[in-house]
């Protein structure tokens, strides 16, 4: 049976998914490719959800770099080998979408591998934010390129001046 419940975060409410198994989802409040909510999820707590809110207090606060949850994503073999392989961006780092369809061992599959990217059922945990466009733009994240560049500021990737989406004084 999979539970799920909300968590506040600093980027905005998160709801997460997990059964006995591992964690299944990590969803921003507005997704871009939301999970189906199957009849048999029920709304309450356990112990992987507990390891997954307190994992994520930690990272949020600074003290946690890398995660240590069972993770249970669903999708296709492709889909699954690129997020297995986000799990491999150090915290602080970034690669490009070439460089992600290289270590999947597809260099000229970039496509198909930013479409995986993009359907990453566990952001921040398997860190899709950190792969940018080639020349070092913020491109395409499943909560708004605000939230990317809040995460990747607050893993030192992205200096915290680099503001893309203030507003120009006149």
């Given amino acids: 049976m999979i539970r799920y419940q909300y968590m506040d975060s600093p980027v905005e409410p998160l709801l997460l998914a997990a059964d006995d198994d591992g964690l299944h989802l990590i969803e921003f409040h507005s997704p871009r490719h939301p999970m189906a909510r199957l009849e048999k999820w029920v709304e309450g707590k356990n112990s992987i ?14 003290t946690r770099k890398q995660f240590d ?85 607050l893993e030192g990737a992205l200096p915290p001046a680099n503001d893309l989406f203030a507003e120009t004084a006149v």
């Fill in 49 to 62: 959800l507990d390891m997954a809110r307190a994992q994520l207090d930690e990272y949020f606060s600074g």
């Fill in 69 to 153: 949850l069972p993770l249970a994503p669903q999708g296709t073999p492709f889909q699954t080998e690129v997020w297995h392989t986000l799990a491999t961006i150090p915290y602080g780092e970034t690669i490009s979408y070439a460089q992600l369809a290289q270590r999947v061992g597809k260099p000229t599959a970039m496509r198909a591998v930013g479409a995986a990217n993009g359907r990453n059922p566990l952001p921040i945990v398997l860190p899709c934010h950190r792969v940018i466009g080639a020349d070092g733009s913020l491109t395409g994240f499943g909560g708004g390129l605000p939230t990317k560049q809040f995460l990747l500021e």
